[in-house]
Nanobody
């Protein structure tokens, strides 16, 4: 079993920044890719960003490219999502997830463990 716990969410004004963290415990997740997803009220959960197990390969959904940065520290099994230039449309619950594979992917069914989520609210 792998437990994922997100933190760092909150209320921020448009144009502001937040840094989300996802701490993994249990069986190590450092050999798997990790991802961030988000779900806004009334919408499907959508892919945001993913990072390969070793860190050099990342991918982002188009709406966050250039504003969000995913990174990881395998020494303490933590994944981060730095979010800059936040917009009201970024408001959602953000979830981290562990991939079934070492390579990155964007499909939800590629991920087998999920955290409880952290709320991000961006005011206009």
């Amino acid at each position: 079993q792998v437990q994922l716990v997100e933190s760092g969410g909150g209320l921020v004004q448009a144009g502001g920044s937040l840094r989300l963290s996802c701490a993994a415990s249990g069986r190590t997740s450092s050999s798997r890719a990790m991802g961030w997803f988000r779900q806004a009220p009334g919408k499907e959960r959508e892919f945001v960003a993913a990072i390969s197990w070793s860190g050099p390969t990342t991918t982002y959904t188009g709406s966050v490219k250039g504003r969000f940065t995913i990174s990881r520290d395998n020494s303490n099994d933590t994944v981060y999502l730095q979010m800059n230039s936040l917009k009201p449309e970024d408001t959602a619950i953000y979830y981290c997830a562990r991939s079934r594979t070492v390579g990155i992917g964007t499909a939800r069914n590629l991920y087998d463990y999920w955290g409880q989520g952290t709320q991000v609210t961006v005011s206009s």
